[in-house]
């Protein structure tokens, strides 16, 4: 048994072409100082499949070989409201594991930051 054969549910996160560039680009500033052009050119073939092991085709394969809910965003929400999205399907789950992970997590007291 793979362990991607576990998962009880799997989050997919996928942006505009503009909006995910923008964001690589800023993390690429705060992480060195300036952003690669030949970098960024690579990244933008990501929708295109041309990228050998990074890009949509092999990632919308993949999911489409899980057993599990797979909840998808294609939009930038807020990150409350993917929170409360993910918690509210993760609770509607038949799953025991993800529900008690779940109700644990909402009693701890955490500050969750994606960026």
């Not at 057993?67 to 038949?94: N, W, Y």
Request: hydrophobic letters at 40%.
């Amino acid at each position: 048994m793979e362990l991607e054969d576990s998962f009880d549910l799997v989050i997919f996160l996928s942006l505009s072409l503009n909006l995910r560039l923008q964001r690589i680009e800023a993390q690429e500033i705060v992480l060195f100082g300036d952003a690669n052009p030949a970098f960024l050119a690579w990244a933008a073939q990501y929708d295109k499949g041309k990228l050998p092991r990074c890009n949509r085709v092999r990632h919308e394969d993949w999911l489409a070989g899980r057993q599990c809910c797979i909840l998808r965003f294609k939009s930038d929400e807020g990150v409350e409201q993917r929170i409360e999205q993910i918690i509210e399907r993760a609770t509607r789950t038949t799953w025991p594991t993800m529900q008690s992970a779940v109700f644990r997590a909402k009693d701890r007291p955490s500050r969750i930051e994606l960026r």
